[in-house]
């Protein structure tokens, strides 16, 4: 009777850190942690944290979104544009009627998923590369918005449309749960799940390599198109919960698509695909929430932000470009040499 294969254990969590390029981003988390702790000590008092995770809900969740892209090799720069549309859409549908939430809510989820298949379909299928594409999608909202708002948006959320971004759960310590942070948590949860899925390999292996994985017989432009959806249906919610307390203007979106991209490299995923740790990409939206948080703790101007999301991205971009030359010369010197050839005659 032969014995059943052991399973091999599972990479330890420092060694995951190493292999997926993480562990930058949590040194720098728990230090912007220490430093608020000199700073204001009540900012871990319960209620203060949860107004914490309230306010950094929406741009965890685009970071999710973001991952499942970046990770596959591919950009999505129409999420922010697609948070603000889905913003003025609600307002002017609703108008202010509690009756026309949920149908409103359940066509802002339709409109995203098409949103993503039109991205997914148009890299994958018309082999647009997916900057220009999202480009345009963009571009697209933002016009078709203010063409229909004519620059200036009207109506009204309902209050039990604004609940999920502004209200919680009432509880004794905490005073309120916030339903964007339990929002957060569960798809948080199924992010991981995903990424451990075969779904989730395939989209790595896409990322690395994506000829191989065609010959692994993994469908790319499916598993592409996919992660377009899935990033679509994370700015959906992220524009849910933002119109819970950000309020129904022109700006609302505006400049997230390159804030979710800056957490996610901030979380050390690879840019061009193949190697990232969703866990690491909500991370890296928590050290940029924190980070805001901290410039405003400190007195400093605002306009540092698109400062340092610059230097996060040329920083990832060089870091990038760095691991693929790595990366080739381990290929190349791995190679076996190619046999002198032998004279004849």
Do not use: C
């Not at 957490?263 to 805001?292: K, M, N, S």
């Amino acid at each position: 009777m032969t014995a059943a294969p052991t399973q091999l254990p599972r990479p330890a969590l420092l060694e995951r850190l190493k292999h997926n390029g993480s562990a930058p981003v949590f040194v720098v988390l728990i230090a912007l942690a220490l430093v608020m702790v000199f700073l204001n000590p009540g900012f871990y008092e319960p209620p203060s944290l949860m107004a914490f995770l309230r306010s950094a809900a929406p741009l965890v969740i685009l970071a999710i979104g973001q991952y499942f892209v970046i990770v596959s090799g591919e950009f999505d720069l129409s999420v922010g544009s697609l948070v603000g549309a889905q913003v003025v859409i609600a307002a002017r549908l609703i108008d202010g009627e509690e009756s026309r939430t949920w149908p409103v809510i359940a066509l802002m989820i339709g409109f995203g998923l098409v949103v993503g298949l039109v991205n997914g379909l148009a890299t994958t299928l018309l082999r647009v590369p997916s900057f220009i594409t999202t480009l345009g999608t963009m571009l697209m909202l933002y016009g078709a918005i203010r063409m229909w708002t004519g620059g200036s948006p009207t109506g009204a959320l309902s209050e039990s449309f604004r609940q999920w971004g502004r209200m919680g759960i009432e509880m004794p310590v905490l005073r309120q749960l916030p339903y964007a942070a339990i929002i957060m948590v569960v798809i948080a949860v199924i992010g991981i799940y995903v990424m451990r899925s075969s779904y989730g390999q395939v989209l790595v292996v896409t990322g690395d390599n994506d000829t191989a994985a065609t010959f692994a017989g993994g469908r790319v432009w499916l598993v592409r198109t996919g992660a377009f959806v899935l990033s679509s249906l994370m700015a959906t919610v992220a524009g849910i919960l933002i119109g819970g307390f950000a309020g129904v203007t022109a700006q609302v979106g505006q400049g997230m698509e390159f804030t979710a991209i800056t957490a996610v490299v901030l979380g050390g995923v690879l840019l061009g695909g193949g190697r990232g740790w969703i866990v690491g990409a909500i991370a890296g939206a928590l050290t940029y929430q924190l980070l805001e948080r901290l410039l405003v703790q400190l007195a400093m101007p605002s306009t540092l932000n698109p400062l340092i999301q610059g230097v996060i991205i040329i920083a990832a971009v060089a870091f990038a470009a760095n691991q693929s030359r790595t990366r080739r010369t381990k290929v190349a010197a791995q190679a076996p040499a190619e046999p002198s050839p032998v004279g004849v005659g």
